[in-house]
Structures are given as structure tokens and as C-alpha cells.
């Protein structure tokens, strides 16, 4: 009993753990299933059919790649934009300063359903088509509020004496920039980026509205949920898991061995 | 990876730049700087917020068109008629948040404080299921609350399922399409969100403020209700936020574990506007949604009172 209620933090903490891993175990374990009708939400027996043909389902991988392509431009759009501001606002003072961080607050503080509607009633109004670039818009604008966070947070624990040092070693602005800001600041960025691309990735909400008959990966899963899901939905899901994971833990070493050389 | 806390400043201490005379073309940098960015919120964050206010009081037809009537009507119909969607977002993703805040604590905790050199393992752990789609985790809670599946068996056995459904969280043996499920799927879905924030607070907290409490002769349980929990404050608001604010509008748990009897008010806005085309209703609720949601986060904030938000 006693050691129960020392380990209590624990075991709770890994029972939570567990309640968070369990759904991607289940999807990993029916990505070897072979389903018997058109849902795969009950196991039948083993089979590698699916991994062997990963894009045998019509217009899954079409999807797939389309959110992609949303991600990686909306991460660059986002990026750029939020970089920018979040610059602006750590290193420089000046008036509506305020207002401009609330502006940049009020997209994470709002329901995700109130921004779909309220921009697919904007691209209505204007009589813009819906398709692959309100997306892009819409998920540029929800991204770049992240991005911003993840940016500030880095620039503003960095030294701006480093940057005056190299002015004072006669560097010019834009070396300055890209030898001495831009290094430090990387790690933010590269947060902020990771952040945009699985945002923009996974987003359905916002995407559903503004999508129009372009379907998206996410919004192929949700038609799915309704026609029938094929076993391929869980081994994109499962390959999305391990190469995750696999990333981490290359990123992981590479930080260790730098670490290492750093202190040799 | 950074985590969204919605804290404002860090706190670490910044030495501040060393202010040069500034020339007026410097004085604009800033501007230049925040400008393309800026017009992009403008244009497709707060623009389409006042064409949405502006179609709420529209009348007509999708044959005939709309026009701008001012028919407030509309808000105190959408609302008379769709009260009980939103009184269940607000206690479902209440309810949720609560759930996230009681799981994820000794989570965060753990990490924070008890992990050791597992501690980035248990991180990535936390993070990698991000990148699978939530959709499919979200379907995958299908498999599992199934009716003859394991954990329903269990809780069967255990009659836990007897006082759920007296509750009426659950029917019968089944706890798929019943609020339990929707709440189920709504805690799996944000528990990150909440679990982020909180152990970056944790992390920050010095371990000797530990080592004095004891040396005060505190219980662990008063060192945490002393010590740990008012210093983690800042990221139990901003893990609730981040929790009650997506939730509350969130209309893909009800959907896809959920029942008729639990739509929730994302769902009608959802169908409204993409189904039935009743534009000026769908812009009510979604600004009555809106509106709901700014009012119980300002009066949240003021009472948790952390100063360092926004």
C-alpha cells in the first residue's frame, strides 16, 4: 500500500499515457486486418494486403498528397509572415501594440467552426470559388497565430547584444541577419514550422467549409466514415506514427552527438 | 518542439536593445515588418467576422438572394430553437476540459519532475500521436467503445455501466452514441493541449522551492497545494482554454461517436451552413457561440487572475 501511494503521480501519469496511445495501437493493429464488408472497425483476420498496396483506394493518395502540398505552402506562408511580426513585436516598441497582440490572440481564442463560417460567408459574398487556394488562405490565417507564439517565445530569451557585436565587427545588416539572428532564432522557427505543418495537415473543421469539391486527406477519412473505410486509411495512419517517432529520435541524436562535439 | 501557451511573456529577463537615434526610415521598420501580416488577419480573420455579422441579419432565400434587414429575430429563433445544443457543448466540452485537466496533471507531472532520462522519450510519446490524423484516432474510438469490445465488457462487469446509464451518460450495455463516448473522444482529442502547457509551468518551477517546503516540515500534499499547484497556475489556464475553447465548438466527436440526442451546436452550424443553406441562421449561432465563449473566458481569466495573459 505503501508503495501505491508513493507511486500514485506514476502510475496515473502512465495510465493517462496509456489512454493517449492506445487508439494509434488500435490503428496500427487494423492496418492488418482484412475487414469483412466495407468498414474495418472489427477485427476479422490477419492479412498484409493493405501495406502491400498502400494507394489501391481511389483517390486516397490524391488526397494525401494534396494535403501535402496545403501543408508544406501553408507552413512557408505562415512562416514568412509570422517570422515578420514576431520580430516586430519583441524588438521594436511602438504605438498599437497592444492591439496587434490581441489581433494575433483572438484566432486561438475563437471556436474553429465561428472561423470556418464566418470566412466561407466572406469568399460567398465576394463570389471567390472555393478550392485549393481558400484553403491556402484559410490555413495560412490560422497557422500564422501559432507561429507567432512558438517565434516570439525564442526571439525574446535571445541576446540583441550579440547582434549589436556584430554590427560592431563592421557586419552589414543583412549578414548580421542571416550569420547571427537568423542561427539563434532557428530553433523557435523550426518549432513554429513543425507546429504550422501538422495544423495544416490535420486540419478538417476550417477545411470542410472552405474546400469546396476539393477533398483534402482529413476530409477523404471523414467521407470514409460514412461510405466505408478501407484498411489503407490505417496504414497511412500508422506510417504517419513510426515516421514521427523515427524523426524524434534522429533529431534526438543528432542533438545528443552535437552536444557531445560541443563539450569535446 | 514549443508548445501553444497562450502566456504572453516569458520570463526570462531580456536585456533591452540598445537603443540607437533612430532615423525615420528606421522608425518605419517595424511597420514594413508587421504590415503583410497583419493585412492577412485583417482581411481573412476580422473581415470575414463583420460579413458574418452583417449575413446574421439578412433575410431571403438562396433562390432570391439576401438582403440586410436587421432582423435581430433571427438570434432570439436560433437560439429559443437550438438552446439545448448549446447548453450540452458547454457542459460536454466542460466536462472534457475537467477530464483533461485531472489526466493530464499527473502526466505533466511526471514528466516534469519524476521522468528522469526518460523524460524526452515520454514527451515524444505525448506529441507523436499529433501526427497521425486526429480523424482516424477519432474512428479508432469506434473499435474500441464497440459493443462487444473489451472495455465494455469491463466496465459491464464492473457495473460501471449501470451507473453511468442511470446518470444517463450511457444506454443500457451500450457506450458508443451516448455522451459518454462524445466526451470520451472529446478529453482524447485536446489532452495534448492541456498537457503541453502544464508541464512547460511545471518545468519552469525550481526544484529547491521542493526542497524548502519539506524543510518546513510540508506533507507532499501541502507542498503541492502550497507550492506546485499556484505556481503551475499559468498552465492550468492556458491548458484549459486551449482545451474548452476548441471543444466547445467541436463537431467531429459528436459526429462520429455520438447520436442524434448529442449534437452539439457545432454540428447544427456545420449542417446549417453547408446542408441547409439557412445562412443567417447558421451566422447567429455561430456569433452567439462566439459570443458565449469570449464572455466565460474573460470572466475566467479575471477570476484564475493571471496577469501574464493576454
Redesign the interface.
Known amino acids: 500500500m505503501r508503495w501505491l501511494r508513493k507511486n ?3 502510475i ?6 496509456a ?6 495501437i ?2 496500427m493493429v ?1 492496418s492488418f486486418n482484412k475487414p469483412n464488408g466495407r468498414f474495418n ?2 477485427w476479422q483476420r490477419f492479412s498484409l494486403d493493405a501495406w502491400k498496396d498502400p494507394c489501391g483506394v481511389a483517390d486516397m493518395c490524391e488526397s494525401l498528397s494534396l494535403s501535402l502540398q496545403l501543408a508544406a505552402w501553408s507552413t512557408v506562408g505562415a512562416l ?3 517570422t ?2 514576431a ?3 519583441v ?2 516598441r ?1 504605438r498599437a501594440r497592444g492591439a ?16 470556418a ?6 469568399f ?2 465576394m463570389g471567390i470559388e472555393l478550392g485549393f487556394w481558400t484553403v491556402l ?2 490555413h ?2 490560422f497557422c ?1 497565430s ?1 507561429v ?3 517565434v516570439k ?2 526571439v ?2 535571445m ?3 550579440l547582434e ?1 557585436a556584430a554590427r560592431d565587427l563592421y557586419a552589414g545588416p543583412v549578414q548580421t541577419f542571416l550569420r547571427v539572428t537568423l542561427p539563434i532564432a532557428a ?2 522557427i523550426a ?2 514550422a ?2 504550422a505543418f ?1 495544423l495544416s ?2 486540419d ?2 476550417i477545411t ?2 472552405n474546400a469546396g469539391s476539393t477533398v483534402t ?2 476530409m477523404f ?2 467521407g470514409s ?1 460514412q461510405r466505408g ?1 478501407p484498411v489503407q ?2 496504414v ?3 506510417a ?2 513510426v ?3 523515427l524523426m ?2 534522429a533529431g ?1 541524436i543528432i542533438t545528443n552527438r552535437r552536444k557531445k562535439t560541443a563539450t569535446a | 518542439m514549443s508548445t501553444p501557451t497562450l502566456t504572453k511573456e516569458a520570463p526570462q529577463p531580456v536585456a533591452e536593445p540598445v537603443l540607437r537615434k533612430p532615423s525615420a526610415r528606421k522608425r518605419l521598420v517595424p511597420y514594413w515588418l508587421l504590415l503583410p501580416g497583419i493585412i492577412w488577419l485583417l482581411v481573412f480573420f476580422a473581415l470575414p467576422l463583420v460579413y458574418q455579422a452583417s449575413t446574421s441579419v439578412q433575410t431571403g432565400s438562396l433562390e432570391q438572394g439576401f438582403q440586410v434587414t436587421w432582423h435581430f429575430q433571427t438570434y432570439w429563433d436560433a437560439f429559443t430553437e437550438y438552446w439545448p445544443q448549446f447548453v450540452r457543448s458547454l457542459l460536454y466540452a466542460g466536462t472534457a476540459t475537467l477530464l483533461c485537466l485531472l489526466l493530464g496533471y499527473p502526466l505533466a507531472y511526471l514528466i516534469a519532475f519524476k521522468a528522469g532520462r526518460w523524460r524526452n522519450l515520454l514527451l515524444v510519446l505525448v506529441i507523436a500521436p499529433f501526427f497521425t490524423s486526429f480523424l482516424i484516432r477519432t474512428l479508432a474510438w469506434k473499435t474500441i467503445l464497440a459493443d462487444d469490445s473489451l472495455v465494455v465488457d469491463v466496465l459491464n462487469a464492473l457495473h460501471v455501466l449501470d451507473v453511468t446509464s442511470w446518470l444517463g451518460w450511457t444506454e443500457g450495455e451500450r457506450v458508443l452514441a451516448t455522451p459518454m463516448a462524445v466526451v470520451c473522444g472529446l478529453t482524447y482529442n485536446f489532452l495534448p493541449f492541456m498537457i503541453l502547457p502544464l508541464y512547460t509551468s511545471l518545468e519552469r518551477i525550481d526544484g529547491r522551492l521542493h526542497e524548502a517546503a519539506q524543510d518546513l516540515y510540508a506533507t507532499p500534499a501541502t507542498t503541492f497545494r502550497k507550492v506546485t499547484f499556484p505556481l503551475s497556475m499559468p498552465g492550468v489556464v492556458s491548458g484549459t482554454l486551449l482545451t474548452f475553447i476548441p471543444a466547445s465548438g467541436d463537431y467531429v466527436n459528436a459526429e462520429l461517436l455520438g447520436s442524434t440526442d448529442t449534437k452539439m451546436v457545432g454540428n447544427v452550424i456545420q449542417s446549417q451552413f453547408l446542408r441547409v443553406l439557412d445562412y443567417p441562421t447558421a451566422a447567429a449561432l455561430s456569433f452567439i457561440l462566439m459570443a458565449i465563449v469570449l464572455v466565460m473566458v474573460t470572466v475566467y481569466i479575471r477570476r484564475a487572475g493571471t496577469e501574464d495573459l493576454v
Open positions: 500514485l503521480v506514476v496515473a501519469g502512465l495510465l493517462t499515457l489512454y493517449m496511445i492506445l487508439p494509434n488500435v490503428v487494423f472497425y472489427s514568412v509572415l509570422g515578420m511580426i520580430f516586430a513585436l524588438r521594436y511602438f496587434i497582440n490581441s489581433l494575433i490572440f483572438l484566432p486561438m481564442a475563437m471556436p474553429e467552426v465561428v472561423m463560417a464566418s470566412l466561407l460567408t466572406l460567398l459574398n488562405i484559410a495560412i490565417m500564422l501559432f507567432v507564439t512558438a517565445a525564442r525574446m530569451s541576446d540583441p547584444r549589436e530553433p523557435g518549432a513554429g513543425l507546429l501538422a495537415f490535420d478538417f473543421i470542410n467549409f486527406f482529413p477519412v471523414w466514415a473505410t486509411i490505417n497511412i495512419g500508422t504517419m506514427f515516421l514521427a517517432v524524434v529520435v534526438q
